[in-house]
């Protein structure tokens, strides 16, 4: 197995700081707008797009939740292993709010169609929108594509994008794996 660098922390920090600036040009008022981390990854994600909205460019009060999709998506009976559910917090309402969707990777988009389903438990949305660090671009099988985007990689179906995290991993960085 192999393992090459695709982003450093410095470049992950970045590129965070870009995605934050980039919704602030489109978000202009947070009061209609929520943040949603997509569990179990995307929540990492989030919490650091919203730290940075917050404490560098002094956005108040934006309100951050996480969803669970482990039984909204569209395989999770295909599987021999137990599914282990994550935990869903929204405690704000969602009816005729801005949702942006965070998540790390954007692959096939079958996890951000399971969340357009989610969410419709907490009401209905005016809007939303995706950002995610990594857009593997040529392995959709659904016609989704990111509203907010660190960077493309163009990954072959059996390379894996592995992003870690300072609160997960001990470091932040993006990789590219070939078994």
Known sequence: MSQKVLLTAKEVTIILHRLACQI?????????????????????????????LENVYLTPEIKLGYLDITFFRDDFR?????????????????E???VIFIDDVLFTGRSIRSALTAIQSFGRPSEI???????????????IQPDYRGRQVD????????VSWIENDGQDGVYLITS
């Open 78 to 94: 295909r599987t021999d292993k137990p599914l282990e559910a994550n935990k869903t917090k929204i405690n704000f309402i969602v």
């Open 129 to 143: 929108e995706l950002l995610v660090l990594i857009d593997r671009r040529f392995s959709r099988n659904l016609p």
């Open 24 to 52: 602030i040009e489109k978000h202009a008022d947070f009061s209609d707008t929520i943040l949603v981390g997509i569990q179990p990854r995307g929540v990492y994600l989030a919490e650091r797009i919203k730290q940075i």
């Open 155 to 162: 990954a072959i179906n059996n390379e894996k994008v592995k």
């Open 96 to 98: 005729n709010k801005k």
